[in-house]
């Protein structure tokens, strides 16, 4: 994925293909300079760099790029969320432009009556979360983030009696199901709130909509360490997640075929 569609070098627009210079085009047409948070917050491209030059361009590719996470921004002020829950934080460019987002809702730092920060964040890694929260230091939004290391699938289930009105799901792919369901069945989405769900095409899911998925091999793949996972199982986990939700009579989904995926969930108002 392109980190910076709103940006771009010459190189990159000369090179681009014809659906690429669409791209260029709506990220350049989705910038106001007159907010006073800006679109895009200062350093997440920063961020981007430095973590491609640590670990490398697949690691580095892991972050949302600049048009998503105005997108994203975009739908915290639509609703007018006071809280944000995100699955999978990595180096903190998705909190930082969650938090960016609430400071225009008018949502101030630090927790609230109820000693909960605006913005949580789940991650599996303490190596991560070290760096994540020593950007939104350099970002000036540590103040509205809480980042909490460890299994997301048992921690999840803590948040029980807090509620979001976005919730983010950018984390290990075959586990994308066991959130879901704990999001819905903890009751931690907010009545009228969304889940933006990431990488719900990624490496062509395609491929596997005619085949049959295994659900058992799929809950198996589930409890494995990511290292172990292959790019064929977690396609085919992917898609399983994707029929489940659509499926799924609690729920209303559509996927966008834009970066990697997205699907946006809503809950029906009957549930």
Do not use: C
Not at 1 to 19: C, G, L, T
Not at 74 to 93: D, P, Q
Not at 203 to 223: C, F, G, M, Q, R
């Amino acid at each position: 994925m392109i980190f910076s569609f709103i940006n771009p070098s010459e190189e990159d627009v000369k090179n681009a293909s014809e659906h690429g210079i669409l791209n260029y085009y709506a990220a350049k047409a989705s910038i106001n300079p007159q907010l006073e948070a800006p679109s895009v917050p200062l350093g997440t491209e920063t961020i981007y760099h430095e973590t491609l030059n640590r670990y490398g361009p697949h690691v580095a590719l892991m972050a949302i790029s600049d048009l998503q996470g105005v997108l994203q921004s975009f739908f915290v002020g639509l609703l007018n969320a006071k809280r944000v829950l995100e699955i999978g934080s990595f180096t903190g460019s998705s909190a930082i432009y969650f938090a960016n987002a609430l400071k225009r809702n008018g949502v101030s730092p630090g927790p609230d009556a109820n000693d909960n920060m605006p913005v949580v964040g789940l991650d599996i890694s303490e190596e991560f979360a070290s760096i994540a929260r020593n950007n939104f230091d350099r970002a000036g939004v540590s103040g509205y983030i809480n980042i909490i290391v460890g299994d997301a699938r048992e921690n999840l289930a803590k948040l029980e009696g807090q509620q979001f009105e976005v919730i983010f799901i950018d984390a290990d792919k075959p586990s994308y199901k066991i959130y879901y369901d704990t999001i819905l069945e903890k009751n931690l989405l907010s009545k009228g709130g969304l889940i933006i769900v990431d990488n719900t095409a990624l490496w062509k899911t395609v491929d596997y909509l005619n085949k049959p998925v295994d659900n058992a091999e799929t809950e198996a793949i589930s409890k494995m360490p990511l290292d172990n996972v292959s790019v064929k199982q977690l396609g085919r986990a992917l898609h399983d997640f994707n029929e489940y939700i659509r499926n799924d009579p609690r729920t209303e989904v559509v996927m966008f075929p834009i970066f990697t995926g997205m699907s946006f969930v809503r809950i029906l108002d009957n549930v």
